[in-house]
């Protein structure tokens, strides 16, 4: 039996289309059963639902033989004794510093002044900063980081944006791209060479796959 990690939402359904290309389909839709463990088509296939920010961890200790994750999670979490065969190409975003519209960062930064930095990726703003030679305190947030400028909380996030509709419609503006961000496959090392030909064949389906979409949108 071969364990895959996905989380609920945007990563569950943007892996769907890449499973059913591999010939496995899910069998039970997460929306509607409260089942962490849904079967698939592919009786030696099955998923496992678990938090985005969980997945390396399901798969370093082989709770999961491979999982779907964020760049973002994925480097946050440190990728110790995970493969990381392939960019998917999905869930596609960017990380970046955003700030009130009125807040001059520019100036912040230049004049060395220190910044109060809100985020959940705490790691990567610190070294994100750390390299510009900007002084930041940073702060531990879970979510609703957009709302850290708003309240006084913070000078600046460094949050995950798509569309950029979030930060407008909280009147914050993108002032760094701090790097892009797409899912990755993961892998645990010890799965691999136990269970090599079945992971294998999932991997090299999934590349087939990304080569062929990436090919048809350039
Ligand atoms: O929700 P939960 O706390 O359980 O976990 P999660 O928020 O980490 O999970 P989920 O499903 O929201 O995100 C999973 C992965 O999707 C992330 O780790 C990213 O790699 C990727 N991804 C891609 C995104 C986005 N795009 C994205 N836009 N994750 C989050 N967002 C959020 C962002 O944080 C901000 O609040 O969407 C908002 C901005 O979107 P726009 O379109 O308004 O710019
Ligand atoms: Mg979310």
Avoid: W
Wanted: charged share 25%; proline share 3%; net charge neutral.
């Amino acid at each position: 039996m071969i364990t895959l990690a996905l989380s609920k939402g945007r990563i569950f359904e943007e892996t769907l289309p890449l499973l059913a290309a591999a010939g496995v389909e899910v069998t039970e839709d997460p929306d509607r059963s409260r089942k962490l463990i849904l079967a698939t088509t592919h009786p030696e296939v099955r998923v496992v639902l678990v938090r985005a920010s969980d997945v390396p961890t399901y798969v370093q200790y082989g709770g999961a033989d491979l999982g779907v994750t964020g760049l973002d999670v994925l480097l946050e979490h440190g990728n110790q004794g995970l493969y990381q065969p392939l960019d998917l190409r999905i869930a596609a975003c960017r990380l970046s510093v955003a700030v009130r519209a009125d807040y001059d960062y520019a100036s912040a930064v230049k004049q060395g002044s220190r910044i109060k930095v809100a985020t959940k990726y705490v790691g990567l703003a610190r070294e994100f900063f750390a390299g510009k030679g900007v002084h930041v305190d940073l702060i531990k947030l879970y979510g609703s980081m957009e709302l850290a400028p708003l309240t006084g909380l913070a000078d600046a996030i460094v949050d995950l944006v798509s569309t950029g509709n979030t930060l407008k419609a909280n009147d914050l503006v993108e002032v760094e791209r701090i790097m892009d961000i797409s899912a990755r496959l993961v892998v645990n090392q010890a799965a691999l060479k136990i269970k090599q030909a079945p992971i294998r064949r999932l991997i090299d389906a999934f590349a087939a796959v990304t080569a062929e979409r990436f090919a048809a949108a350039s």
